[in-house]
């Protein structure tokens, strides 16, 4: 299995502060995605980066952004927190016999307040 | 741009019972792969199954069986003998075999199935 971990797993934050969060991977795997799980909307992909320093938005990146210093970390950042970017936030990494699947991390459930 | 399409919010079945879960997606692709991913309780993204389009027979895994029919678009997922540990979402996806990195999951909205002792 792949390993990832996601830090920190659970975060309650005030609106308009910034905040960060973490996917660790340890296997070198190149592409790392950010989606959000809201109810209803199953999960959106925000950001996503294939290489270090290689990154690119997904459908809901307004509001975030994304760095990739190093393969094995993908930080998503919120720069303002606003009480819209409650949810739930997976990080994922590219993987599988041919490299089609997606392996998820445990999950980060933020809540604005 | 793809769409996936779970038509049922919430599905029930009874213990040792079969159920089959409904996906639908819309592409202008000919090649593409499909998955069905299980959310428990425990938030955990797991990978059931998935399925090549170029394939023409239906993946299985112990219990869990699709039923692909490109030409409707239709990519369903039947438990054969529900277990309580089958309980769960279940998301339907789709990706592109574009490379690039570009070619995200689309996922579904999703199906809560319960199933009941």
């Known amino acids: 299995d792949a390993g990832i971990t996601q830090s920190p797993r659970h975060k309650v934050t005030e609106t308009g502060t910034p905040v960060t969060l973490r996917c660790h991977q340890t296997e070198n795997h190149r592409y790392m995605y950010w989606y959000r799980q809201d109810p209803g909307h199953g999960l959106r992909l925000i950001h996503y980066?294939?290489?270090?320093?290689?990154?690119d938005k997904g459908e809901v990146s307004d509001g975030y952004s994304v760095s990739r210093s190093k393969t094995e970390d993908f930080l998503l950042t919120l720069e303002s927190a606003t009480s819209s970017q409650t949810s739930v936030y997976f990080c994922?990494?590219?993987?599988?016999?041919?490299?089609?699947?997606?392996?998820f991390g445990q999950g980060t459930r933020l809540t604005v307040v | 741009a793809q769409t996936v399409t779970q038509s049922q919010p919430e599905m029930s079945v009874q213990e040792a019972e079969t159920v089959t879960l409904s996906c639908t997606y819309d592409?202008?692709?000919?090649?593409?792969?499909l998955f069905w991913y299980k959310q428990p309780p425990s938030r955990q993204m797991i990978l059931v199954i998935r399925?090549?389009?170029?394939?023409?027979q239906n993946a299985t895994e112990n219990r869990f069986s699709v039923n692909f029919q490109k030409a409707a678009k239709s990519f369903s997922l039947k438990i054969s003998d529900s277990q309580l540990g089958d309980a769960a979402m279940y998301f339907c996806a789709y990706r592109s075999p574009r490379g690039g990195g570009s070619e995200k999951l689309v996922f579904g909205k999703g199906t809560k199935l319960t199933v009941n002792p």
């Open positions: 980066s294939y290489g270090v320093k290689d990154t």
């Open positions: 399925q090549e389009a170029y394939k023409q």
């Open positions: 592409t202008s692709e000919s090649d593409y792969y």
């Open positions: 994922a990494i590219r993987t599988g016999p041919m490299n089609t699947e997606a392996f």
